[in-house]
């Protein structure tokens, strides 16, 4: 077992750890298969995160009361002897929309945007009021990410607005 985990409630009921190297952030990230074949998505981060991670999981379970299709919060605590903190959600089955959504049609699609726009709706109707996050900063430095990963991307569109935004 992952060296980690071992002291999170209930690890001993993990049958199957998978390692999952996709997203954003500089978490840890597992799927998890328990006995009773349940799957859980397992976050671990440092430590030092933890007023955030504690923020975004009550944020995150704010957002379940809303009936928004969502992974559901379960657990969230320290472990690693302290040395981190895990947030523990239901697995959310589905696809990564970058690969699915080329498949689809442009009504379709357009479709699920529309959706997504009523979730985001509802999300910004949850009240929510970071610990002490400046927003922008926060928000700014995952813009500059987005805009990093992209120029280092080799694919790029005929008017590149980064080159010319004074960004990066």
Not at 71 to 84: A, E, H, I, R, W
Not at 101 to 109: A, F, G, H, Y
Not at 115 to 137: F, I, N
């Amino acid at each position: 077992m992952i060296d980690t985990i071992h002291d999170i409630p209930n690890a001993d009921t993990f049958a199957k750890i998978n390692i999952i190297n996709k997203g954003w952030s500089d978490d840890k990230k597992y799927c998890v298969t328990t006995i009773d074949g349940d799957k859980r998505l397992l976050r671990i981060s440092d430590i030092a995160e933890y007023k955030n991670k504690k923020y975004e999981f009550e944020l995150i379970q704010r957002f379940a009361l809303t009936g928004i299709k969502m992974s559901q919060p379960l657990d969230f605590s320290v472990c690693n002897k302290g040395q981190n903190v895990y947030q523990l959600p239901t697995w959310c089955e589905g696809e990564e929309a970058k690969e699915r959504l080329p498949s689809l049609s442009e009504s379709t699609q357009y479709g699920f945007g529309c959706q997504a726009g009523q979730m985001l709706k509802t999300m910004q109707a949850v009240e929510s009021h970071p610990p002490s996050a400046d927003w922008a900063t926060i928000y700014g430095g995952k813009v500059k990410k987005y805009i990093e990963d992209y120029l280092a991307c080799g694919e790029t569109f005929k008017r590149n607005d980064a080159d010319h935004a004074g960004v990066v």
